[in-house]
């Protein structure tokens, strides 16, 4: 039985092992059209998407930054977000759609996804995490990185949200209340 959005988002879970196994071309054009067809404003479009796979590739992008990009190295795929900010004064949120609708779609599919952030993140003391990540895709000075999604078929399942791990406290109706 298919599992409602709201079911898929509390049990959408960042994936940091995947089995070795390949994501088949055909799951990969559903990331294609999920990307494409997601919402930015003013119809801009201001996002560019390299899709990864090539595992000396994947390897080198693990180290882009000193924390929290190691694991890609074993991920069957990496979608890279790039956007153009001479296109969009808000190419950030737009790239961050299209990142979440990817992660989505993951779900959707079964497959495991996790969010490397690249904005404002460095390589090291002397270089950017963005400019090195667009230095190993050969990408234009142009465009900034957003992020890289890992993807691939999850090693093991994670226990969803637990609706008492909602934080209410959170929510304000009609204006802010401390």
Same mark, same amino acid.
């Given at each position: ?17 995947f089995?070795s ?15 494409? @067809? ?8 201001? @996002? ?9 590739t ?32 808000? @190419?950030?949120?737009?790239?961050? +759609? ?17 969010w490397?952030q690249?904005?404002?993140r ?16 050969k ?31 959170? +929510? ?7």
């Amino acid at each position: 039985m298919r599992k409602s959005m709201l079911e898929q988002i509390q049990n959408r879970r960042s994936c940091r092992k995947f089995t070795s196994q390949p994501v088949g071309d055909d799951i990969k054009e559903q990331f294609i059209k999920a990307i494409l @067809w997601s919402p930015t404003s003013k119809n801009n479009r201001p @996002w560019e998407f390299v899709f990864i796979e090539n595992k000396q590739t994947l390897e080198q992008l693990s180290k882009c930054k000193p924390h929290g990009a190691a694991f890609l190295s074993g991920a069957p795929l990496a979608i890279v977000i790039l956007g153009d900010p001479t296109k969009s004064d808000v @190419w950030i949120e737009d790239c961050s +759609i299209a990142a979440i609708l990817v992660q989505m779609v993951a779900e959707d599919l079964g497959l495991g996804s996790t969010w490397i952030q690249i904005r404002r993140r460095e390589h090291d003391e002397n270089l950017s995490a963005g400019d090195y990540v667009k230095d190993i895709i050969k990408a234009p000075e142009c465009l900034e990185v957003a992020s890289i999604i890992a993807i691939g078929y999850k090693e093991r399942e994670r226990e969803p949200y637990a609706d008492n791990a909602l934080l209410h406290n959170r +929510i304000h109706f009609e204006e802010f209340k401390k």
